[in-house]
């Protein structure tokens, strides 16, 4: 199993439809985790973290799995401006190093 | 904003070449990654520093590329000899774990093309 998946889709919803991506990681050691967005040919910035009792900030709600160990994302309302590719973060050892999925690319159509 | 800052952002050299990218981490952040990004590969981890030590480049082919902190507020990459292959962006990112997260921010990235 690789340490972080992702389907790269990409995911084609109109504006304001709802869409979810999971992640899933094989360190069950993991207690941090992240979600990036990184538009086309810029470098990526965080999106939001996931603590084990889930966040939601405005139309995103991120979600952990740990029995199943995976993450998710959740994006209520999509504008045309939520197209990008989102990345999840998974630290993959005790030293803190951090490995990154392939990313999910989302296109929002008008 | 503190900002990570790359150097170059372009860079085009022929096969064989040396290259050497620069990477200025935020003042403060103790911890420096290099990544790799291609189409095929998405987000490759090459090298990860903490307080100026190396803890893992197991990402990094070893005979071509290296990867050093002389101080606190340079990191370096550096490729030689250089090869089609190598060309990707490489990204710079810098973080200060706290209660055992690591919140990175990452470099604009330096474009390299080896032809």
């Given at each position: ?58 139309r ?28 999840c ?22 | 904003?503190a ?110 093309t080896?032809l």
């Open positions: 199993r690789k340490e972080v998946e992702q389907d790269p889709g990409p995911f084609n919803v109109p504006e304001g439809a709802t869409v979810a991506f999971n992640c899933t990681y094989s360190n069950s050691a993991s207690q941090s985790f992240f979600w990036y967005r990184q538009d086309c040919r810029k470098e990526p910035k965080l999106l939001m973290s996931v603590y084990s009792s889930g966040n939601e900030d405005g995103f709600t991120a979600q952990l799995n740990r029995a199943s160990q995976y993450i998710s994302l959740l994006i209520r309302d999509s504008k045309l401006s939520d197209s990008a590719t989102y990345l973060v998974v630290p993959a050892s005790n030293t803190g190093k951090l490995i990154f999925g392939q990313g999910t690319t989302l296109q929002v159509k008008p | 904003d900002r990570v800052t790359q150097t170059p952002r372009h860079k085009v050299t022929e096969m064989g070449q040396e290259v050497t990218m620069r990477c200025q981490p935020i003042l403060g952040h103790n911890t420096v990654f290099w990544y790799r990004q291609t189409m095929m590969q998405g987000l490759e981890l090459l090298a990860y520093f903490r307080n100026r030590a190396p803890l893992d480049d197991s990402g990094m082919p070893k005979d071509r590329f290296s990867a050093e902190m002389p101080d606190a507020t340079l990191a370096t990459l550096k490729i030689q000899p250089s090869e089609p292959r190598d060309s990707a962006v490489y990204f710079c990112a810098s973080g200060l774990p706290r209660s055992g997260a690591n919140v990175l921010t990452f470099g604009a990235g330096s474009r390299l080896v």
